[in-house]
């Protein structure tokens, strides 16, 4: 071989891994099918995160749906390996569904690594055609409205609790795919009242707001830097649940009820969607992955995009996400055995 073909194949030698670690393909498994909140989070997170990881590996989404979320957790947990090519992507759903013991669930928490965090929100809304403008009036003409719904068991608990502590009378059609069939439903006319998370709503329903089309009533609220459940930030015009409940019944909200709502809402939504790796992923790779997270979260420009399509809520990375995990999978037993008792008289489901 001539020197200087010696040279190109040397230097083309040297320059291969490089190129196949450029190449890398990182899967984040989704548990709902494309188009709702936790694919609009998803899917705008994986692009800052594979613009943001060392030498930008393909961050490729993996749509795995069914049994409100549980199925992706239990694919994640018997599938992903040690070498951290593998992120799972969890919402509110599938803590909920852990913390009451789901039959589906065969996922185990303590086989995970959290890598970040994110709060969301959620809004409840009504089509134009019902003719109301707050859920006062909702209430007071007492007619009984149908809402569509993925499962008792899941984060549909929390609007579903706070309805009934208005005095909304509800019915409840379970068994839904995604949030984005119970929104396509209200649309149709199959349904008189929903909710979505904070990235659906601001990506699919703002718009039909805009249009005059439906009529957001109030937010669940969110969790303000005192650790108050205040306004939720994204939707500062719209009255949180508490304050609704407070101009409905003249009290604040109390008893086995509002302690349930609370730990749903922190199990729900103060770290709705969390980013995870397998635990037996080396503490090097899992360290790439969190740092990564945090850079994204000091970002000026991802605080800002991530306003306009996620909501203004902090990317929680380091020690805060890991606050956010022990606070999100942590549920009162009395607190777990009347909500599991609630879901049974109400629902006749059994988790």
């Given amino acids: 071989m001539r020197r200087r073909e010696f040279i190109a194949a ?35 997170m994986a692009d800052w995160l594979s613009a943001t990881l060392p030498d930008h590996p393909r961050v490729e989404l993996l749509n795995v749906s069914g049994g409100n979320s549980t199925r992706a957790a ?7 390996r040690a070498d951290g090519r593998m992120l799972l992507g969890t919402t509110g759903s599938t803590q909920v569904a852990a913390l009451l013991g789901d039959r589906r669930v065969q996922y185990d ?14 809004v409840i809304y009504v089509p134009a055609s019902l003719g109301v403008r707050s859920m006062a009036e909702l209430v007071a003409r007492g007619q009984t409205l ?3 719904s993925i499962g008792a068991a899941s984060l549909d608990i929390v609007p ?34 929903d909710y979505q998370t904070t990235p659906g709503y601001l990506g699919h329903v703002r718009p039909l707001a805009k249009a005059g089309q439906v009529v957001p009533l109030m937010s669940l609220g969110a969790i303000d830097r005192h650790g108050r459940l205040a306004r939720d930030p994204a939707f500062p015009a719209l009255p949180s649940f508490p304050e609704v409940f407070r101009q409905i019944h003249g009290r604040d909200p109390q008893g086995p009820e509002w302690q349930a709502w609370q730990a749903l809402f922190d199990v729900g939504f103060a770290a709705q969607k969390m980013v995870f790796l397998p635990r037996r992923v080396p503490a090097p790779r899992l ?7 945090a850079r994204m979260g000091a970002d000026p420009r991802f605080r800002a995009e991530a306003a306009e399509v996620l909501g203004p809520y902090p990317l929680l990375a380091g020690s805060q996400a890991d606050a956010a ?7 009162d037993p009395e607190t777990r055995k009347w909500t599991r008792g609630w879901l049974e008289r109400r629902f006749r489901v059994t988790p």
């Fill in 10 to 44: 040397l230097a083309g030698a040297l320059a291969a891994p490089q190129i196949a670690r450029a190449a890398d393909v990182v899967e984040w498994v989704v548990p709902f099918q494309e188009g709702g909140g936790t694919d609009v989070w998803a899917r705008f």
């Fill in 74 to 80: 239990n694919f994640f947990d018997a599938e992903a």
């Fill in 109 to 122: 928490y303590a086989n995970w690594q959290i890598v970040a965090a994110s709060p969301s929100g959620g």
């Fill in 146 to 148: 149908h809402f569509g």
């Fill in 160 to 193: 579903l609790l706070a309805l009934q502590m208005l005095g909304v009378d509800v019915a409840v059609l379970l068994g839904l795919s995604t949030r984005n069939a119970a929104r396509a439903g209200l649309i149709a006319g199959e349904f008189d009242i």
């Fill in 287 to 293: 360290q790439v992955f969190r740092d990564a997270f």
């Fill in 325 to 331: 995990l022990a606070s999100a999978m942590t549920m």
